[in-house]
């Protein structure tokens, strides 16, 4: 019912930037909350930044300052775009957005969608 394609990820050395995308599509009613995700190898997935449907948006403390969640409504798209990277950075980054469908249009109903991950390693 609802896709997510992520793309932007790839390899960069500390200090550079990169930018990630999630478009969403299918049969999407409205989308309400936006936010990315990150894993490292050995450790439990976490949360970067979020953004809510009016535009208000929070961060982890380890990326203030230098990570910056946007979105595109029209396209239902949220970017995270991601300066002064450091080695610790790195893990498989994931969007998730909180949504309703067509067929069930109400916000109680909406459901949580997943992209399927990006890749990002920072390394000399």
């Known amino acids: 019912q609802v896709q997510l394609v992520e793309s932007g990820g790839g390899l960069v050395q500390p200090g550079g930037s990169l930018r990630l995308s999630c478009a969403a599509s299918?049969?999407?009613?409205?989308?309400?909350?936006m936010a990315w995700y990150r894993q490292a190898p050995g450790k439990q997935r976490e949360l970067v930044a979020t953004?809510?449907?009016?535009?208000?948006?929070n961060y982890a403390d380890s990326v203030k300052g230098r990570f910056t969640i946007s979105r595109d409504n029209a396209k239902n798209t949220v970017y995270l775009q991601m300066n002064s990277l450091k080695p610790e950075d790195t893990a498989v980054y994931y969007c998730n957005i909180k949504a309703s469908t067509t067929s069930r249009p109400l916000y109680s109903y909406a459901g949580d969608y997943w992209g399927q991950g990006t890749q990002v390693t920072v390394s000399s």
């Open positions: 299918g049969s999407i009613f409205s989308v309400y909350a």
């Open positions: 953004i809510t449907s009016g535009g208000p948006t």
